[in-house]
């Protein structure tokens, strides 16, 4: 009997995942009602959906500001980009340090989530949004942000006239 070790596949599963979002980055994403999601392995988790005419996201940024944090909106995009600010400030620093503790002590990491690297999120949503209204609140280490549709996107109720 064949036994198929389901962590040996792991690496193939984000191969498959981050071509196909490669491809979807080239030639667009496939024209369905759901909002596709752009985005590097290990960067923050993102919830996306959907309330009346507006959309919403939540991106968990914890001990990020909101001057770490930068949205912008074009057509059906946006895009979310963060950095610690000390971390471009700070980047030769940390380095000497983690070298003089490297040649005062051996440390060896079992697991290891903590660090805060830049990230950037593209999402693309199946219409137009508002951009001139999106608008983010940064609360707790999470920032929501409310998408409103454009007018093209919302349902209009055509009268019909009589002859």
């Given at each position: 009997?064949?036994?198929?070790?389901?962590?040996?596949?792991?690496?193939?599963?984000?191969?498959?995942?981050?071509?196909?979002?490669?491809?979807?980055?080239?030639?667009?994403?496939?024209?369905?009602?759901?909002?596709?999601?752009?985005?590097?392995?290990?960067?923050?988790?993102?919830?996306?959906?959907?309330?009346?005419?507006?959309?919403?996201?939540?991106?968990?940024?914890?001990?990020?500001?909101?001057?770490?944090?930068k949205i912008t909106a074009l057509g059906r995009e946006l895009t979310l980009e963060g950095a610690p600010a000390e971390a471009e400030e700070n980047e030769t620093e940390q380095a000497d340090t983690l070298r003089e503790k490297a040649a005062a002590t051996e440390v060896t990491y079992f697991h290891r989530?903590?660090?805060?690297?830049?990230?950037?999120?593209?999402?693309?949503?199946?219409?137009?949004?508002?951009?001139?209204?999106?608008?983010?609140?940064?609360?707790?280490?999470?920032?929501?942000?409310?998408?409103?549709?454009?007018?093209?996107?919302?349902?209009?109720?055509?009268?019909?006239?009589?002859?």
């Amino acid at each position: 009997m064949l036994r198929i070790n389901s962590q040996c596949l792991t690496p193939a599963l984000a191969l498959r995942t981050d071509m196909d979002q490669l491809i979807a980055d080239v030639f667009g994403p496939p024209h369905d009602a759901a909002p596709t999601m752009g985005g590097r392995r290990g960067h923050p988790a993102v919830d996306v959906w959907e309330e009346n005419d507006d959309y919403f996201v939540a991106l968990d940024i914890p001990g990020l500001s909101e001057s770490d944090v930068k949205i912008t909106a074009l057509g059906r995009e946006l895009t979310l980009e963060g950095a610690p600010a000390e971390a471009e400030e700070n980047e030769t620093e940390q380095a000497d340090t983690l070298r003089e503790k490297a040649a005062a002590t051996e440390v060896t990491y079992f697991h290891r989530e903590r660090n805060a690297p830049a990230f950037q999120r593209v999402i693309r949503f199946p219409f137009e949004i508002d951009v001139e209204h999106v608008a983010g609140h940064l609360e707790a280490g999470v920032l929501t942000i409310r998408i409103p549709k454009a007018a093209s996107a919302k349902p209009r109720k055509i009268e019909i006239q009589a002859c």
